[in-house]
């Protein structure tokens, strides 16, 4: 009997755009590639990075919940640097949702994924991402959504995803610190309880970022991108990374948001601005960090034939 093997591609995600805390996301082009192969014995290959080979392994676990590894190889290649605000753990957990899906032959719609996902995640916003692609607005409301522009409802499952292209012109350019930020600080930085005007603040620009993204309308897009919730009140965790949200407009760029928890930063600007853009973001953030244009990825989670 042939042994059976899987390719599994998801891409990194960046969540929040600014006002959307913990309901929106968009997929960009950095991926993470898992090879899962029926071996005889369990193995995990980081592929150079300093993560856990053993069961613990987030990847592994999110296998794991849908069949045993036992005799599984796992060999994981990924570009998507970890703990810097680029979804690195959703896109783990989906490959390794997928991955178990693909091999077994399990059949999960991409609802169930969801569901599953953001089980273990705790919130939906990167894993949509990282399944659908494009931009994403989830909901964890009992009440029909549309994924992937198709009415659809997830009975049960207590999640939802509604999911479009981005408009044509927009690209991102992101500015990836060498530091990283702790998820748990970032998370308590947020208090249970906001102000009625930040919170009215953020409805308001969260609106103009969805129409203005629908409606390829980019002055629409610019106006959204403000954030009352968690921007300010995490400043202190990476200074330097607001002063970059502070000065985008000044550098040419439409506006800038700090990407899920940081400290990476999500400058937004036109395919036409954006190489100016991070040519004047490289000479700013010389010696401390990476910038690099970064286009939305329309493809979700993939499974190429091999």
């Known amino acids: 009997m042939t042994a059976r093997h899987r390719l599994v591609r998801v891409p990194a995600s960046s969540a929040n755009l600014g006002p959307g805390y913990d309901a929106m996301a968009a997929a960009v082009a950095l991926h993470l590639e898992l090879e899962v192969e029926e071996a005889g014995e369990y193995s995990f290959d980081p592929g150079g990075l300093a993560v856990p080979t053993g069961r613990e392994n987030l990847l592994v676990r999110a296998f794991e919940t849908l069949h045993p590894a036992d005799g599984i190889a796992f060999r994981l290649r990924s570009e998507i640097p970890l703990a810097r605000g680029l979804g690195s753990s959703a896109a783990a957990i989906v490959a390794g949702l997928a991955a178990a899906d693909h091999l077994f032959e399990l059949a999960l719609t ?3 994924l969801l569901a599953r996902a953001t ?3 705790g919130h939906p916003d990167n894993v949509a991402a990282a399944i659908y692609g494009g931009f994403v607005v989830c909901s964890a409301a009992g ?11 997830v009975e049960g499952a207590g999640v ?7 408009p044509e012109g927009l690209e991102g350019v992101v500015v990836i610190p060498g530091e990283e930020v702790s998820t748990r600080l970032a998370r308590e930085a947020i208090p249970a309880e906001l102000p009625l005007g930040d919170a009215v603040a953020n409805v308001s620009a969260a609106a103009l970022l969805v129409l203005g ?6 002055d629409l897009v610019r106006r959204g991108l403000h954030d009352r919730i968690h921007q ?10 607001m002063e970059i949200v502070d000065a985008a407009a000044e550098l040419g760029a439409l506006g800038a948001t700090i990407s899920g928890a940081g400290p990476t930063v999500l400058v937004w600007t036109t395919w036409d601005d954006a190489g100016g853009v991070a040519a004047a973001l490289k000479e700013r953030c010389e010696g401390w960090a990476e910038v690099r244009r970064l286009p939305f990825e329309p493809l979700g989670v993939d499974v190429p034939e091999l």
């Open 232 to 241: 300010p009140r995490r400043r202190a965790l990476y200074p330097r990374s």
């Open 160 to 166: 939802f995803a509604a999911r479009f292209e981005a």
């Open 110 to 112: 991409r609802e169930e």
């Open 213 to 218: 993204l629908r409606s390829a309308d980019l």
């Open 143 to 153: 009440v029909p959504t549309l994924v992937n522009d198709t009415k659809t409802s």
């Open 119 to 121: 089980a273990i995640e």
